[in-house]
C-alpha cells in the first residue's frame, strides 16, 4: 500500500514540475531523478507510517523534520481538491496531551500552539509570552522547551515540538 501511495505521490509531484522539466532538465535528467524522487518518497512515508513503533523509522523522522529550512512554507492543496474532495480541516492531526498542568497552561494561555497540518506543537517567540516579566522571558522558554522534552517531545527544526516514542 505504501509502495503504491509513494508512486502515486510521485507522480503528483512530477505533474507539480512538469514546466520546470520543460525548461531545465532533459528527458534523460528526468529519467534519472524520477526514481530518486519515488525512493525518498517512499522511505518518507514508512518513516511517518512507523515512528511510532519503530525507532529506525522514528530516528529517519526526526533526522527529515530537522532538515526542513524555516524558509519552507506549508503546501497548499490544489482548487479543484478543495472543492468537496478533500476538506483541509480533515487533515488535521490527533494533538496528543499534555501530563503537567503547567504545560496545558501555556497552552491556554497561548504561549504554546497545535498545528494540526504538521502534527507539532509550536513555542510564540519569546518576546510575545502571555504573563512573563520581559525580563525572564528566555528562561522561561527554556522552561517550557524542558517539560515539552521531559513529556517526549522533540523539536523539529521548521516544525516545532513533536511526539517522541
Given amino acids: 500500500m505504501l509502495k503504491r501511495d509513494?508512486?502515486?505521490?510521485?507522480?503528483?509531484?512530477?505533474?507539480?514540475?512538469?514546466?520546470?522539466?520543460?525548461?531545465?532538465?532533459?528527458?534523460?535528467?528526468?529519467?534519472?531523478?524520477?526514481?530518486?524522487?519515488?525512493?525518498?518518497?517512499?522511505?518518507?512515508?514508512?518513516?511517518?507510517a512507523a515512528y511510532?513503533?519503530?525507532?529506525?523509522?522514528?530516528?529517519?523522522?526526526?533526522?527529515?523534520?530537522?532538515?526542513?529550512?524555516?524558509?519552507?512554507?506549508?503546501?497548499?492543496?490544489?482548487?479543484?481538491?478543495?472543492?468537496?474532495?478533500?476538506?483541509?480541516?480533515?487533515l488535521v492531526r490527533h494533538q496528543p496531551r499534555f501530563l503537567s498542568a503547567f504545560l496545558q497552561n501555556e497552552l491556554t494561555l497561548g504561549n504554546l500552539s497545535f498545528d494540526g497540518q504538521t502534527g507539532c506543537y509550536v513555542m510564540i517567540v519569546s518576546a510575545r509570552f502571555k504573563g512573563i516579566d520581559y525580563n525572564k522571558r528566555h528562561a522561561h522558554r527554556d522552561k517550557i522547551a524542558a517539560a515539552l522534552r521531559k513529556e517526549g517531545f522533540a523539536y523539529g527544526t521548521g516544525l516545532g515540538y513533536h511526539k517522541r516514542l
Avoid at 21 to 28: C, D, E, F, G, W
Avoid at 70 to 87: D, H, I, R, T
Fill in 52 to 90: 511510532e513503533k519503530n525507532a529506525n523509522a522514528l530516528k529517519y523522522f526526526h533526522i527529515l523534520a530537522d532538515k526542513i529550512p524555516p524558509y519552507w512554507e506549508m503546501s497548499e492543496l490544489e482548487a479543484f481538491l478543495k472543492e468537496g474532495c478533500v476538506q483541509e480541516e480533515n
Fill in 6 to 48: 509513494a508512486m502515486i505521490i510521485a507522480m503528483s509531484a512530477r505533474d507539480a514540475m512538469e514546466e520546470f522539466h520543460i525548461a531545465h532538465l532533459t528527458n534523460a535528467q528526468m529519467k534519472e531523478l524520477n526514481p530518486m524522487i519515488r525512493k525518498g518518497i517512499f522511505n518518507a512515508l514508512v518513516a511517518i
